[in-house]
């Protein structure tokens, strides 16, 4: 049994993985036994502000989760494995589903900071797969599909869940860069050609471990800001409070 599965009070049905400046949502976890990643063989030690590093065990309206605050970035260094080992853990320690979040800037001018954007599917541009290097075959295939990556039937009740609490919820693909430089206005202009609507530096890993080790993924990004090259002002690290 790992760590995560022996602290937990019920093994967790749900992951959900907060993103930079929505730790708040840990607050909902009832009942919450708190442990801190130190105490979490292979967890990261987050370096960057708004990411607490610590696991919410406990539940959700009744549903049994695990709350991930904190998580590695390509651009902190680029060890996979800090990536990978929490997912996996999450998996083993019993979950199904993973619901992962993100601030993300937007590349449609009507979809401002403060909305909320459901993603139907991603473009990886860090550079990296998470997947690179030996596999191992008991936690997933070599060669794993990426189609419907993001669960329709969890999207379908993500809208339903929003509708029912009159959130507007918008759809759109999410692109990753490395960062952890912003991108150039030539690179959004790219990237909007490309299909994307949303872009940012998280997600899509966690997104391709799941899915090799049998996760079902919804996830949704929180827009901070407008692309760079779509507001006067450069996009800044204000939501890392
Ligand atoms: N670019 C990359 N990552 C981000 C952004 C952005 O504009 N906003 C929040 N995360």
Redo the contacts with the bound molecule.
């Keep these: 049994m790992n760590e995560l599965a022996r602290r937990a009070p019920a093994p967790p049905r749900v992951g959900i993985v907060l993103g930079?400046g929505l730790g708040a949502v840990a607050d909902a976890v009832e009942d919450a036994v708190r442990v801190s990643y130190e105490e979490l063989p292979g967890f990261p030690r987050p370096t960057v502000a708004g990411h607490a590093g610590s696991a919410v065990l406990g539940r959700i309206s009744g549903v049994p989760v695990a709350v991930l605050q904190g998580r590695a970035h390509v651009y902190e260094g680029g060890d996979m494995n800090l990536i990978r080992t929490p997912i996996r853990m999450l998996r083993a320690a019993g979950a199904e589903i993973l619901v992962l979040t993100?601030?993300?800037?937007?590349l449609r001018a009507e979809v401002g900071a403060g909305s909320l954007m459901a993603i139907t599917d991603h473009i990886n541009m860090t550079g990296v797969n998470v997947l690179a290097g030996p596999n191992d075959d008991t936690i997933g295939p070599r060669f794993p599909s990426l189609r419907d990556a993001y669960d329709p039937e969890l999207h379908t009740r993500l809208h339903a869940a929003a509708d029912a609490i009159g959130v507007a919820l918008h759809d759109g693909v999410y692109l990753a860069?490395g960062?952890p430089s912003?991108?150039t206005p030539a690179e959004?202009r790219a990237f909007r050609t490309m299909g994307a609507d949303?872009?940012?530096?998280?997600t899509v890993h966690e997104t391709i471990v799941a899915r090799h080790c049998g996760l079902r993924v919804t996830a949704v990004s929180a827009?901070?800001?407008?692309?760079?090259g779509m507001q006067d002002e450069p996009?800044r690290?204000t939501?890392r409070r």
């Design positions: 930079s993100n601030a993300a800037g937007s860069v960062g912003f991108e959004i949303a872009v940012g530096m998280s827009i901070s800001n407008l692309a760079e996009p690290a939501w």
